[in-house]
């Protein structure tokens, strides 16, 4: 389901989760096994026999609420499993989810320059997960998908991993659902994947309204929380700059939000001076010295990483762009490319088993984890801000092609060298970009 028109009232407009999907007939990236196989990404030029359905949660729970935009496989077989095939001469089963089928923590972690950092930062730092409804399984599936790729435990009995709900109660949580289970399995994976010595906090807001999600992000924060990933977003409204002051003026913590998933055009929260909107990228292994590269993420001209000049939202001091004379999406980006996704465990409501996600839903956890391979903020500092003074330099990876749609000020659209809308001032490089 997608939003409803941009600029509507508050009262009356449609909240959605920055969407996780797989996208079909497409060129997949692959990689990834697990501890003991971590396979190279690997590009294939067969085009993915694999077929998709939406998740439960395209169906509103309740009238004006938050919905999801998101596809899991459902049969066939995937470019990556192809591939595997191809190496192997072994066919694997179509539709198995019992090996992952999309990128695994060691491919982030190469991609982001990030390897050196992951295994030696972040212990004693908390990244908060904000979602809507109650995940059952968040625990015991994040627990599969760190015990298969060789992460730290982290359970609530060793005091790494905490859920509760919007008020902070342990036991009093919202009603479960399955799609966002789908979304909290994505966003969990996504933060140990990047930051595997970090603890995760997850916050359950009541329903997917703007008011319980700003409420849960205010609790997280209460928490202790430095990091909080948000993987959600609609249509901007009047409304926006109360609600910046309500749930996202927090001065030395790092608020990621998801850019959305429709292509160009700007979204809440991620149009909020406050925080740092992430985009999103296709990923993929290439002969350069990274052995990586970049393009926009744009799968339609309805799907793909969003950006754009917000409507209300202020310009904040770092920003110096001239197309927009408001806050301009995005900040920085990673990958969400549904065709390059990242392999995910989920079991609440589906097949327990492995699955391929994309969206700008994966960015946002992303990005939260390198804030946090990068170190406790400073107080009072606006960690949006920090990419900005490594623009231009090596610690940032500058995407210069693809595009997220049409515009009038093409940069607001179309990637460029240095700052653009859809990927801002470019991907994570290491951490230092991301320190005060």
């Known amino acids: 389901m997608r939003t409803t028109p941009r600029n509507r009232p508050a009262t009356q407009r449609g909240w959605r989760r920055a969407g996780t999907a797989v996208a079909a007939t497409a060129t997949l990236l692959l990689t990834g096994f697990g501890t003991a196989v971590q396979a190279d990404a690997a590009q294939t030029a067969a085009t993915a026999q694999a077929t998709w359905t939406a998740t439960p949660c395209t169906t509103p729970a309740h009238p004006g609420e938050l919905t999801c935009d998101s596809y899991r496989v459902t049969g066939g077989l995937t470019a990556f499993q192809q591939a595997q095939a191809a190496r192997t001469g072994i ?25 050196s950092a992951a295994a030696s930062k972040g212990a004693g730092e908390t990244i908060a997960i904000v979602d809507a409804y109650d995940d059952p399984n968040a625990a015991a599936d994040l627990a599969t998908y760190r015990s298969y790729y060789g992460l730290p435990a982290c359970t609530v009995a060793n005091g790494c991993f905490k859920k509760v709900s919007q008020s902070g109660s342990t036991t009093s949580l919202p009603s479960a659902d399955s799609g966002w289970a789908e979304e909290i399995s994505l966003d969990l994976d996504m933060a140990s994947a990047v930051c595997p010595n970090c603890n995760v906090l997850l916050v359950e807001a009541t329903s997917a309204t703007m008011a319980n999600l700003g409420t849960a992000v205010n609790r997280a924060v209460t928490l202790g929380a430095k990091y909080v990933s948000n993987s959600y977003g609609g249509s901007e409204s009047s409304s926006d700059t109360s609600y910046d002051t309500a749930y996202f003026n927090h001065p030395g913590v790092a608020i990621t939000v998801s850019a959305g998933d429709e292509g160009y055009g700007a979204e809440y929260p991620a149009a909020s001076k406050y925080v740092t909107a992430v985009g999103g990228t296709a990923l993929a292994t290439s002969s350069t010295t990274r052995g990586w590269t970049e393009t926009v ?7 793909g990483t969003g950006s754009g000049c917000s409507a209300y939202d202020t310009k904040p001091t770092w920003q110096t762009d001239t197309g927009c004379t408001k806050r301009t999406v995005s900040d920085v980006a990673a990958v969400a490319d549904p065709a390059t996704g990242v392999s995910v465990y989920d079991s609440y409501g589906i097949t327990a088993g492995w699955y391929t996600f994309g969206g700008t839903s994966a960015s946002s956890p992303i990005i939260a984890g390198v804030y946090a391979l990068a170190g406790t903020p400073s107080t009072g500092s606006s960690p949006a801000s920090f990419p900005y003074a490594s623009a231009g330099t090596s610690a940032l990876n500058d995407v210069t092609s693809g595009n997220n749609g049409t515009c009038t000020t093409s940069y607001l659209c179309t990637a460029r060298s240095g700052y653009d809308g859809p990927t801002g001032v470019g991907t994570p490089a290491g951490v230092s970009a991301f320190t005060g």
């Open 91 to 115: 066919t694997p089963k179509a539709a198995d989810a019992a090996a992952p089928s999309g990128y695994g923590p060691s491919n982030l972690q190469s991609a982001y320059g990030l390897t």
């Open 297 to 303: 993420w744009k799968t339609s001209s309805s799907e």
